[in-house]
């Protein structure tokens, strides 16, 4: 019997390395980040049959944005043909595997539905940011105005709780709670828009809910949907939790060493919308690097300002112990798969412990690639 199922997905990463470089006048030497691509790093999930589970995630979710009115279908459609990861869904399926289940017609219907909000809130983060591009195409607040972009991604959150409903009370219990923790993340993460003194804790308060939140929700939904048992689905939330969390520290490092086209947004983008995240917040209390970087954050940067900041942050330990931090909640992931109970009455435990191990092993893997 084969195992449920397999995933693999485009993603680059770049590997960066500071150069010495003398400047214009010649008087002295700075440094200049320099990136260059190392490897193809989202084939993680390679368990056969994942693609074709996708294949159908993303015809529902075609036709779960379609609706009478034909702008409103349009705009909503924007996102979805720009494509993406799909890692929540993928999640969600990879979850229903790790308890023995296949991918029925229910486990598809929560993966849109986490998809969906997360679009949703993608629609909504792009008006809060004034962002001109998502995902490599123009953003729908730049093309079509934010009135318009705020209303489609309602009505993607609607469609969402569309489909939860169809799934049970529990399923719906838990998509409103994540929606609930997006917006308190976003607005904790706000409330130290472009300070110097934003402190660790606010930073992982506000990731836990605005990021982590939905990875819980989607890994306790594939739980739930593959009818696994509570103590299951329980470690199953937990996995995603932490895995969330090891998942933003990749995220905010890649912001930091990749470039405007691995990214499909403007690289540095977080710095330049005053998000300051673990590996600044870090760099500005090292006693070397944190006076000449307080000097240059805390309001709007040009080019050349925010390619220094970027080159004193990664020259500075706050990459290394950024992605300490992300080890962290890596193993914490994978201990939370620990906890699940022996397959036994499944009908291929090894197939189902492969899974385990690969989810156990995926923060780890993508957090291999960082310098």
């Not at 849109?112 to 909000?117: G, Q």
């Not at 609607?158 to 399923?171: D, Q």
């Not at 997006?182 to 836990?208: H, N, T, V």
Request: proline share 6%.
């Amino acid at each position: 019997m084969p195992f449920p199922f397999g995933f693999r997905s485009p993603h680059f990463t770049w590997r960066v390395h500071l150069e010495r470089e003398r400047s214009p006048s010649g008087s002295c030497w700075g440094s200049r980040v320099a990136y260059r691509q190392v490897m193809n790093v989202w084939e993680l999930l390679l368990l056969p049959g994942l693609d074709g589970t996708l294949a159908r995630v993303e015809e529902a979710l075609r036709e779960a944005v379609a609706s009478p009115e034909p702008l409103l279908s349009e705009v909503a459609s924007h996102l979805v043909g720009a494509g993406g990861k799909r890692l929540r869904p993928a999640l969600l399926v990879a979850a229903a595997a790790a308890t023995g289940a296949a991918a029925s017609s229910a486990v598809i219907e929560g993966a849109v539905s986490v998809e969906l909000v997360h679009m949703g809130s993608l629609y909504h983060d792009d008006v809060i940011d004034e962002a001109g591009s998502r995902r490599g195409v123009t953003s729908a607040n730049a093309r079509w105005g934010n009135l318009m972009a705020i209303l489609t991604g309602d009505f993607l959150l609607a469609r969402a709780s569309e489909i939860a409903a169809r799934l049970g009370t529990g399923v719906v219990h838990v998509l409103a709670t994540a929606i609930g923790r997006l917006c308190e993340g976003e607005m904790a993460q706000l409330r130290y828009a472009f300070s110097l003194e934003r402190p660790e804790p606010s930073y992982f308060d506000s990731i836990s809910k605005k990021t982590a939140s939905l990875m819980w929700a989607s890994a306790r939904i594939g739980g739930l949907v593959a009818g696994g048992e509570p103590e299951d689905v329980e470690s199953l939330g937990r996995f995603g939790q932490a895995f969330g969390m090891a998942y933003q520290i990749y995220d905010d490092l890649r912001d930091l060493l990749c470039t405007d086209a691995e990214l499909g947004k403007p690289a540095g983008n977080d710095i330049l919308e005053g998000t300051y995240t673990l590996p600044v917040i870090r760099a500005l209390t090292d006693p070397e690097a944190g006076p000449e970087l307080a000097s240059l954050l805390g309001g709007n940067l040009g080019p050349p300002e925010l390619d220094k900041a970027r080159a004193i942050i990664v020259s500075s330990g706050a990459v290394a112990s950024s992605l300490a931090e992300g080890r962290r909640w890596a193993a914490e992931s994978a201990r939370s798969l620990q906890e699940m109970a022996p397959p036994a009455g499944s009908a291929n435990p090894v197939a189902v412990l492969a899974v385990r191990e690969t989810l156990a092993r995926l923060a780890d893997r993508l957090l291999d690639d960082l310098p």
